[in-house]
């Protein structure tokens, strides 16, 4: 069965500095996707970046960057000059490509100092 | 574009009753999620709908039940609740074909007494 782990809990970062957030997982599928999500405080989720299993180059959405490497099955993801507003929960969800069946990590809580 | 919309938002009900959860997806969007998320669990898999048809469903029992209509609207139902199924129940909408983004609605706040 697939499984992803997030082994940190809780993170904290200086607002404008850098943080990673990591995540692993097991699969013996070949064809999958990798996502990060965040949830605010009381808000809904929302999607941060996507990563194709077969795209060797590394995702970025604005200050959002992930670094996958697929023979560790690791997918930590990168925040750049961290905001207030980029305090919240971050999930790491993982498919199957034709299986629909999302498994998501444990979230990691992200709290950003100013 | 309008985003996920879920109703009710908060709800309160007795062990033993059952449930009716709704969730609209984004307009186009075929392919409905549903999941649990409790403190202690995280978030769980319950079901995908696809043009009205169950794709997948994760590890629950079968009071845990879902279906989905011809405008893609979906409903979930939980029959003879229990005091463990106080949870947010998050719905989330994607294309459903080639495309595995999901876009999630705010959730119904399910508090069983």
């Not at chain 2, 079901?47 to 893609?72: A, C, L, M, V």
Request: one cysteine or more; charged letters at 15%; aromatic letters at 14%.
């Amino acid at each position: 069965a697939q499984t992803v782990t997030q082994s940190q809990p809780e993170m904290s970062v200086q607002e404008a500095e850098t943080v990673t957030l990591s995540c692993t997982y097991d699969t013996s599928e070949s064809d999958y996707y990798l996502f990060w999500y965040k949830q605010p405080p009381s808000r809904q989720m929302i999607l941060v970046i996507r990563q194709e299993a077969y795209k060797q180059q590394n995702a970025t959405e604005n200050r959002f960057s992930v670094n996958f490497q697929k023979a560790a099955k690791s997918f930590s993801l990168k925040i750049s000059d961290s905001q207030l507003g980029d305090a919240a929960m971050y999930f790491c969800a993982y498919i199957g490509a034709g299986t629909y069946k999302y498994i998501f990590g444990t979230g990691t809580r992200l709290k950003v100092l100013a | 574009k309008a985003g996920v919309t879920q109703t009710p938002r908060y709800l309160i009900k007795t062990r033993g009753q059952q449930v009716t959860l709704s969730c609209s997806p984004i307009s186009g969007h075929r392919s409905v999620s549903w999941y649990q998320q409790t403190p202690g669990q995280g978030l769980q898999f319950l079901f995908e709908y696809f043009s009205e048809t169950q794709r997948n469903k994760g590890n629950f029992p079968g009071r845990f039940s879902g279906r989905q209509f011809s405008n893609s609207r979906s409903e979930m139902n939980v029959s003879t609740l229990e005091l463990g199924d106080s949870a947010l129940y998050l719905c989330a909408s994607g294309m459903g074909h080639g495309s595995y983004e999901q876009y999630f609605g705010p959730g119904t706040r399910l508090t069983v007494t």
